[in-house]
Nanobody, 122 residues
Framework: QVQLVQSGGGLVQAGASLRLSCSGTTQSFGSYAVGWFRQVPGHAREFVAVISWSSTFIVYADSLKGRFTISRDKAKNTVYLQMSNLSPEDTAVYYC???????????????WGLGTQVTVSS
């Protein structure tokens, strides 16, 4: 069983960039697809991006294409979400999640990080 440890996040101004990290506690993390989701209070968890275990399959939410980039470093057992040109609408708790195959559906994921708050001020 793998645990996901998230880091990054915080308070930034509109237009800034931020990088979130999601690290696996076991080497098996490298064999999982990893997705990023975000959630604001009172709303369902929203798909952000997903990367396959091999990094050959990457999908973004249509509304985020061009601003967010997902990547993974197998040597560091870590997946990153680079976010640029942030706006107040990006304010949310961001979660990473892992499963065998890539999916856009949060319900498909077996393992979840604890989440990290991203707040973008105007």
């Amino acid at each position: 069983q793998v645990q996901l440890v998230q880091s990054g996040g915080g308070l930034v101004q509109a237009g800034a960039s931020l990088r979130l990290s999601c690290s696996g506690t076991t080497q098996s993390f490298g064999s999982y697809a990893v997705g990023w989701f975000r959630q604001v209070p009172g709303h369902a968890r929203e798909f952000v991006a997903v990367i396959s275990w091999s990094s050959t399959f990457i999908v973004y939410a249509d509304s985020l294409k061009g601003r967010f980039t997902i990547s993974r470093d197998k040597a560091k057992n870590t997946v990153y979400l680079q976010m640029s040109n942030l706006s107040p609408e990006d304010t949310a708790v961001y979660y990473c999640a892992a499963r065998g195959d890539a999916s856009r559906d949060a319900d498909d994921y077996n393992y979840w990080g604890l989440g990290t708050q991203v707040t973008v001020s105007s």
